[in-house]
């Protein structure tokens, strides 16, 4: 399933949605409170329960996993993770704090740890007698980096775009790729650069500061902005992706090529054209032409009429 909110207006609120903790492999145990506030009229029950979770798609989906997989036991956390109880009640306006801890045991191995703390809300009847009947599961999520041993690293797979002949790309969809063994932040700028090398548009890669998780890819979509109001040249445009990663400041480079040759631009050149040349060959008629156009003042003649008899 995939992570809710961690709001909802007038229901339950779990804080916060995301916790990040890094742990060197001689630290002890590392803990948080997880704060749960009611927001409704009633009482309400929440079951608390640690999970793990990966990557559901492309898109960054959060997959919650109901039993262990060949990722979620090299990256897993909810093993690691431990909760000072497993079921809370609210009152109606009641917050509560729960104590979440970390557990760093040698088998923690150094890398990214992903884990999830989901609280199931149970309907439970209300001191008025009415039954508040609320389904919702709540997410709150859990990164740990455990140091010692993490390699981070960024790869971009592929680079697509909107653009053809026609008119320019006003989007590009990149899919990163993390080879490494912990979660990463993708950066950078993307640029269309005209055949003259002047870039004509840019976008900002990651602007949400989405995550790729290890060993997963993730598609980001990047909305590209005119930079000028330059005429638009014919030819061979390039597209030019820096990117890198949260912890470096080095830049990686790769460069696509498309054509372009904005058809409707130059079909309203080409009509112009015509347009002023035939203009020009008005103005340059010889005088026999313009003679020839122009009409006859003499008067025409009047033809007599012969009568003819007849016996």
Same mark, same amino acid.
């Given at each position: ?34 704060? +749960? ?8 029950? +929440? @079951? +608390?329960?640690?999970? @793990? =979770? ?52 040698? @088998?923690?191995?150094? &890398? ?32 740990? @980096? ?19 002949? =026609? ?26 650069? %005209? ?64 054509? =372009? ?12 054209? &015509?347009? &002023? ?18 009409? %006859? ?9 012969? %009568?003819?008899?007849?016996?």
């Amino acid at each position: 399933m995939a992570a809710t909110n961690r709001n909802t207006p007038g229901g339950i609120s779990l804080e916060p949605f995301l916790k990040q903790i890094s742990i060197a492999p001689t630290d002890v145990d590392q803990t948080f409170e997880l704060k +749960l506030t009611n927001r409704t009229t009633g009482l309400q029950e +929440l @079951d +608390l329960k640690t999970q @793990d =979770f990966g990557s559901l798609n492309d898109t960054g989906g959060i997959l919650l996993e109901g039993s262990p997989t060949s990722y979620t036991e090299k990256y897993g956390l909810a093993s690691w993770l431990s909760l000072e109880t497993d079921t809370v009640v609210l009152q109606p306006g009641e917050t509560r704090s729960v104590e979440v801890t970390v557990n760093n045991r040698p @088998d923690l191995r150094p &890398g990214g740890h992903y884990g999830a703390i989901a609280a199931t809300v149970n309907s439970l009847t209300d001191q008025s007698g009415n039954r508040v009947v609320i389904n919702q599961e709540l997410l709150s999520l859990v990164f740990v @980096d455990k140091t010692g041993g993490e390699h981070y690293d960024l790869k971009l797979n592929s680079a697509e775009n909107n653009g053809n002949w =026609f008119h320019y790309p006003t989007t590009v969809k990149l899919r990163f790729q993390n080879p490494g063994n912990v979660h990463v932040i993708p950066r950078g700028l993307v640029k269309l650069k %005209s055949p003259s090398g002047t870039v004509v548009a840019q976008g900002i890669i990651n602007s949400e500061s989405a995550y790729v998780l290890p060993e997963t890819f993730r598609e980001i979509y990047v909305p590209l902005t005119k930079t000028g109001s330059a005429l638009p040249l014919p030819g061979l445009y390039s597209l030019e992706v820096d990117y890198r990663y949260d912890q470096i400041s080095r830049y990686a480079v790769k460069t696509y090529h498309l054509r =372009f040759i904005d058809l409707g631009l130059y079909l309203i050149i080409i009509v112009l054209i &015509g347009l &002023g040349f035939v203009a020009w060959k008005r103005k340059r008629k010889t005088p026999t032409e313009k003679l020839a156009e122009k009409p %006859s003042k003499k008067p025409a003649k009047k033809v007599a009429k012969k %009568s003819i008899k007849t016996d």
